[in-house]
């Protein structure tokens, strides 16, 4: 196999306390392995390498000769962009894919890999750890979901834990490590029944936390971007490093040491990652490089020696490829690059990670608990949305499809259901429904007598990612988005043939639903949490952009009303806006408004005198009194944890509720 050998920078020594030059430099030679794929996903056992990202799933042998892997399999149809990390276990390979989910890869016979499918976590799924029958995905604002994988093709729900942004995690024995993002922290729980996890607890780091490892009792905790103490000058750019704590008493960590990288900071590719490997620490740094750092004195660790992939192009500028993973083999270290593929480097003294023998043991499958005043319903599969057509609900159901119920006197009827593809949204306008599915179909159905539906037509494309769908102008426009940071125009005049009219990039990611239920004088803002309000005019199937308003920012998990003549949106002190179509809300973004009680979450408005907030993250519900919009009054908190509660919808007066994994609620 040709293999490309090209000179590195191996710094040895290591950087002064005033943040000097590093003491030696001699050159390293490392192999890129051009056959790889470009990747941040990558794992292995001192076998086999496992390697997931630009749309493929790689297998490369390592055992005869570590320093040479040989490719022995490729998987096509993985997500693109999105594998964020991987983990094989029992003979399965589970890769987090951000909005797309978890895939599943079964490689018991790791030459012959076979591609089991996927499973919709709760929210973007970020990093990932298996030990005995318990998987543990983090989510990108949720927290953590544990899932039984008794049977590793068809993982079931046990429990979400909600944390802080948790990034990564690592399961040592009984005890669950959590690195959590822009908490700056590491957060450790009890698994030792993976159904009810109990928090042990929180340690603080001096950097924005993701990747960490546990090995001898010690915790590894990577951090990243900004310092959290001294000065903003001497914070920006000085959170990169890896920490070290005692938890061999878990409810009472204690700092051992730590050692800080080379101030860098970029948004994007923000993640990092530490391995043990033999006599050295292996942390993966993203563009600021891979760190190898001496921890025999843990007390005292000190950089060893560090290197940078090559260069890349990203946007406008040219830098170090992201380094996204690291995988400690014998003598060597595989390095994955996210656009240059798979590295081998030469570290003497490098050996694979040991195998894990406790394991925490699935002991409780807790029931979703009931809740006042409202009847639940299991709908067989993760209740995202729901919309209604007069007596009829559709309920977006996930693995399980659309699930028809009409309203009878006792409750709820289920009277048909659309199977075969993973649905996440439905929206109706008139006798038009139209359904996302499969992350990236939209499908149109004429609604029939009965509440069956006809099919229309489909628009289907492997680019447009779509999870989130709301229509306009009595149906003729949908605008929908999937989990990034692009908003889908589509022209629905004729749904036989729905087109993609336009789309547009947003500054940051749409991480839920940023789009109001209906439109005002032919406008609707769009929430780019952090980033403003980007206003749009419906025009000619699709729309124009006509104002980004950078200020204020608001927060990831609330949404937008059309609340009588004004959108309402909650301000990040749990207040809330009243903005104008006619100027874009230039003048009501100038006076926050407040309720007697906080106000957060995704707003819908019943038409008359109600508001309904639902609060994913939170598992709650807020119902304010909507008479006076300047002056809202708190009705009701309904608390639905542990479920998942998203956009409320009211059938025949009644708030109905869909709240994930827990099913869906009817109030009585």
């Not at 590491?186 to 929180?202: I, Q, R, T």
């Not at 359904?435 to 628009?459: N, S």
């Not at 005019?537 to 009303?561: N, T, W």
Request: glycine letters at 12%.
């Amino acid at each position: 196999m040709k293999r490309i050998l090209f000179s590195m920078l191996l710094l040895i020594g290591m950087i002064s306390s005033s943040g000097g030059l590093y003491a030696d430099v001699r050159a390293l030679p490392v192999q890129a392995l051009p056959e790889s794929v470009g990747a941040v996903a990558v794992c292995g056992d001192g076998k086999y390498l496992y390697l997931a990202g630009s749309g493929k799933f790689q297998v490369w042998r390592v055992a005869d000769q570590p320093e040479k892997p040989r490719r022995t399999a490729e998987l096509s149809g993985l997500p693109d962009w999105e594998c964020r990390q991987i983990i094989v276990h029992r003979g399965y390979a589970y890769i987090t894919a951000r909005n797309r989910g978890l895939w599943i890869v079964d490689v018991r016979n790791p030459e012959r890999p076979r591609l089991v499918g996927s499973f919709d976590t709760a929210e973007l799924a970020t990093g990932v750890d298996a030990l005995g029958d318990v998987l543990f995905v983090t989510l990108r604002v949720f927290g953590v979901q544990i899932f039984d994988i008794s049977n590793p093709e068809n993982p079931k729900h046990l429990a979400l834990y909600r944390t802080f942004e948790a990034q990564s995690a690592f399961c040592s024995g009984t005890i669950l490590a959590l690195g959590e993002w822009g908490n700056s922290s590491v957060l450790l729980l009890d698994v030792s029944d993976p159904g009810k996890p109990v928090e042990l607890a929180k340690i603080q780091l001096d950097g924005f936390g993701d990747g960490v490892f546990v090995q001898d009792g010690i915790l590894y905790a990577a951090t990243g971007h900004h310092a959290r103490k001294g000065s903003w000058k001497e914070r920006y750019g000085a959170g990169h490093g890896v920490e070290l704590f005692d938890i061999s008493d878990p409810r009472n960590p204690k700092r051992i040491g730590g050692v800080k990288f080379p101030k860098f900071y970029a948004l994007g590719n923000d993640f990092w990652s530490p391995r043990p490997a033999g006599d050295w620490l292996a942390v993966a740094d993203t563009h600021n490089g891979m760190f190898l750092v001496d921890c025999r004195e843990p007390k005292a660790p000190k950089i060893a020696a560090s290197l940078k992939l090559p260069m890349v192009k990203l946007g406008k500028k040219e830098v170090p490829d992201c380094v996204g993973g690291v995988v400690p083999g014998r003598d060597v270290i595989y390095v994955a690059g996210a656009k240059s593929g798979l590295h081998v480097v030469r570290v003497p003294g490098s050996r694979p990670l040991p195998e894990r023998k406790e394991a925490p043991v699935v002991r409780s499958r807790p029931e979703p608990p009931g809740v006042p005043g409202f009847v639940r319903y299991d709908c067989g599969g993760m209740v995202r949305h729901v919309a209604v057509s007069g007596e009829f609900l559709y309920v977006a159901a996930s693995a399980a499809g659309l699930k028809i119920f009409r309203a009878v006197p006792e409750g709820l009827k289920e009277v048909g259901a659309v199977t075969g593809n993973r649905i996440y949204d439905v929206a109706v306008a008139g006798d038009l429904l139209v359904m996302v599915g499969d992350g990236f179909a939209l499908t149109a159905y004429r609604i029939q007598k009965e509440g069956a539906l006809r099919r229309l037509g489909e628009f289907r494309s492997g680019w447009v990612p779509m999870q989130v769908v709301h229509l306009y102008e009595n149906g003729a426009v949908a605008a929908v988005s999937g989990g990034t940071g692009r908003v889908n125009f589509f022209d629905l005049k004729t749904p036989e043939k729905p087109v993609l009219k336009n789309f547009y990039s947003e500054k940051r990611i749409l991480y839920g639903d940023a789009f109001p239920e209906r439109t005002l004088d032919g406008k609707l803002p769009v929430n780019a949490h952090g980033a403003g309000i980007s206003w749009y005019r419906l025009s000619g199937g699709g729309a124009v952009r006509v104002k980004e308003a950078g200020s204020p920012g608001f927060h990831q998990m609330d949404g937008i009303a059309a609340l009588k003549e004004r959108f309402l949106i909650p301000s990040l002190k749990k207040g809330y806006y009243l903005l104008s179509p006619a100027d874009c809300g230039e003048e009501g973004s100038k006076r926050e408004l407040r309720a007697d009680a906080p106000v957060a979450g995704n707003p819908v408005w019943d038409g008359d005198s109600r508001i309904a907030f639902s609060h994913s993250r939170d598992g709650v519900v807020t119902v304010f009194d909507a008479a006076n919009p300047e002056k809202l009054r708190l009705l009701r908190r309904i608390d639905f944890l542990p479920g998942t509660p998203d956009r409320v919808v009211f059938l025949k007066g009644k708030m109905v509720v869909p709240a994930g994994f827990s099913g869906l609620y009817l109030e009585k």
